[in-house]
């Protein structure tokens, strides 16, 4: 195990360093198990959930693939594309704007640090990246601030490595996690993802975050989707 973990600046680093293989959906989500899949879920429960969405936050947006899926269902969405990584952001931008005719901004920040607003959005996504979060405490304000800064009736939906409460279980997860990555490039592969993992990353148990999620005010919480060390879920809030 990391005898520390990864600072903000050290993982923007890797990401700036890793844009075109982010640029691309083949790519840039294969590590990640069943991400296609995923996308699939989040975008079509967000479409079915807000059908009246216009404003979309997509934090830790990379090079924009979540945005560019939301946009198919929801094509005049307006995007606030949030990352740390510059890169990155002039990517998506790029991207979404090609995509699209509605606006489009970019915020580069640690979501930590940046003040969403009230009611300032209809949907929030946040895939593979809130386990770059390092404390309990910075998860639940992160979720406190996600429901502040939707409107009634928005929806916020994640997507994202989680761990297990099972030490058994947690041991299966990432063994099988481990052949996945083998199957796709070796034990190689599986070695630098295991690496980075646990150099960066800092996951939080599924029951836990559905538990934040409540804590926060949401009360209509759903899981799309989990298989191994990896979980689509995501809330809506109440629209009183």
């Known amino acids: 195990m990391s005898q520390r973990k990864a600072t903000v600046d050290e993982i923007r680093q890797r990401f700036d360093n890793d844009v075109e293989r982010f640029s691309n959906l083949e790519t840039g989500q294969t590590a990640a198990v069943d991400s296609r899949l995923a ?11 807000t059908p009246h ?5 997509d934090v830790g947006c990379g090079a924009g693939n979540f945005t560019l899926a939301m946009l198919d269902r929801l094509p005049k969405l307006a995007s606030t594309l949030l990352d740390l990584s510059g890169p ?7 991207r979404v704007s090609a995509a699209s005719a509605a606006q489009v901004a970019t915020l580069q920040a640690d979501i930590r640090a940046l003040d969403l607003g009230v009611g300032q959005f209809d949907v929030i996504v946040a895939a593979a990246v809130l386990h770059h979060l390092r404390t309990e ?18 929806s916020v939906w994640v997507y994202d490595l989680v761990e297990s409460p ?3 279980l947690h041991d299966q997860m990432w063994r099988a996690y481990g052949e996945y990555l083998i199957g796709l490039g070796g ?16 996951p939080q148990t599924l029951p836990n975050q559905l538990h934040w999620l409540r804590e926060a005010g949401f009360t209509a919480i759903e899981v799309l989707h989990k298989r191994t060390c990896f979980a689509a879920f995501g809330a809506i809030k109440d629209g009183k």
Not at 53 to 57: D, F, G, I, Q, S
Not at 137 to 154: D, I, K
Not at 187 to 202: N, P, Q, S
């Open 39 to 49: 996308i699939e879920l989040i975008t079509e429960a967000a479409a079915l959930s």
């Open 187 to 202: 034990e190689a592969l599986r070695d630098k993802v295991f690496a980075y993992v646990d150099f960066e990353d800092t």
């Open 88 to 94: 990155m952001l002039d990517r998506a931008r790029e």
């Open 53 to 57: 969405a216009t404003r979309l936050l």
């Open 166 to 168: 099972t030490p058994a």
């Open 137 to 154: 405490a910075e998860w639940r304000q992160v979720y406190r601030n996600f429901y502040r800064a939707l409107a009634p009736g928005g």
